[in-house]
Nanobody, 120 residues
């Protein structure tokens, strides 16, 4: 029904930057909140940042001031600009969206994840 496809991950040195993108497609009536999560090896998945459909954002304490979430509603796309990256930011990053589909039911959907590796 709804597909989320992430891109933009990769290998970067500490202090560098990356920009992740996540495009949603399918039977979308409206996208409500969108978010980025991450999961490091041996750890639970954690929330990184969220953005409501009217633009209000929230960030995990560990990334506040370094990461910025934004969205382009016309393109059904959410972005995560990551600056001043640290080795502890290394993880698989997942996109999540709360979507109202054409049948008017609502659900949460996940992308497949994109690897971000920060070398020291």
């Amino acid at each position: 029904q709804v597909q989320l496809v992430e891109s933009g991950g990769g290998l970067v040195q500490a202090g560098g930057s990356l920009r992740l993108s996540c495009a949603a497609s399918g039977s979308i009536f409206r996208i409500n909140s969108m978010a980025w999560y991450r999961q490091a090896p041996g750890k639970q998945r954690e929330l990184v940042a969220t953005i409501a459909n009217y633009g209000i954002t929230n960030y995990a304490v560990s990334v506040k001031g370094r990461f910025s979430i934004s969205r382009d509603n016309a393109k059904n796309t959410v972005y995560l600009q990551m600056n001043s990256l640290k080795p502890e930011d290394t993880a698989v990053y997942y996109c999540n969206a709360n979507v109202q589909i054409m049948s008017r039911s609502t659900g949460f959907f996940w992308g497949q994840g994109t690897q971000v590796t920060v070398s020291s």
